[in-house]
């Protein structure tokens, strides 16, 4: 069965860097019908993308993150990461990766999220 | 930057029809997907390519994308549709979401 899986520290200190990765099961990374995206959601808020990535290493990032966010890929591992750099108390959030479908042209398949916490 | 906006709230009688509207400049040229968030849970597809849904979800829910506007229609609403629903629409490889409309069944 699919799942995706996030994984990664629930507290980061401002101006520290967030890394999360998210681990696939049940399908192989490397599948040409598929990029792996991050999406957030602060709490009591909605949806913001963050970034999608192709097994390639080819990557899409929201023009207003871009210049903090770094995406990877481990075929090896079959999963993916993200990191993003210099964040502030108003990136706490619950943090998802998801498998968008180009069958779908949507966010098909999503992990359960995880709760990052920015604070000293 | 593009954006699509949505109500925060629509309200409906249970076994009546909710619509949800999600607005954006010339979305009908879009693909619009919807989501469906409960609280404390992930979201989860219920619509894709305006109107065509997944698997597994059930007919009452549709949609639709013209001009400038994508709506999510529930028929026969249930109380257990109460949720947030999330528009979402590409613009040049990037992905946007709405601000997403809370659904009250009462």
């Known amino acids: 069965q699919l799942h995706l899986q996030e994984s990664g520290p629930g507290l980061v200190k401002p101006s520290e860097s967030l890394s999360l990765t998210c681990t696939v099961s049940g399908t192989s990374i490397t599948s040409s019908d598929f990029y792996w995206g991050w999406i957030r959601q602060p709490p009591g808020k909605g949806l913001e993308w963050i970034a999608y990535?192709?097994?390639?290493?080819?990557?899409y990032t929201n023009p207003s993150l871009k210049t903090r966010v770094a995406t990877s890929v481990d075929t090896s591992k079959n999963h993916f990461s993200l990191r993003l750099s210099s964040v502030t108390a108003a990136e706490t959030a619950v943090y998802f990766c998801a498998r968008q479908s180009h069958s779908y042209d949507a966010f098909d398949i999503w992990g359960q999220g995880t709760v990052v916490t920015v604070s000293s | 930057s593009y954006e699509l906006t949505q109500p925060p709230s629509v309200s409906v009688s249970p076994g009546q029809t909710a619509s949800i509207p999600c607005s954006g400049d010339?979305?009908?040229?879009?693909?619009v997907s919807w989501y469906l968030q409960r609280p404390g849970q992930s979201p989860f597809l219920i619509i894709y390519?305006?109107?065509k849904r997944p698997s597994g979800i059930p007919e009452r829910f549709s949609g639709s994308n013209s001009g400038h506007t994508a709506t999510l229609t529930i028929s026969a609403t249930q109380p257990v549709d109460e949720a947030d629903y999330y528009c979402q629409a590409w613009d040049r490889n990037t992905v946007v979401f709405g601000g997403g409309t809370s659904l009250t069944v009462l």
């Open positions: 990535i192709f097994y390639t290493g080819k990557t």
């Open positions: 390519q305006d109107s």
């Open positions: 010339k979305l009908g040229d879009k693909n």
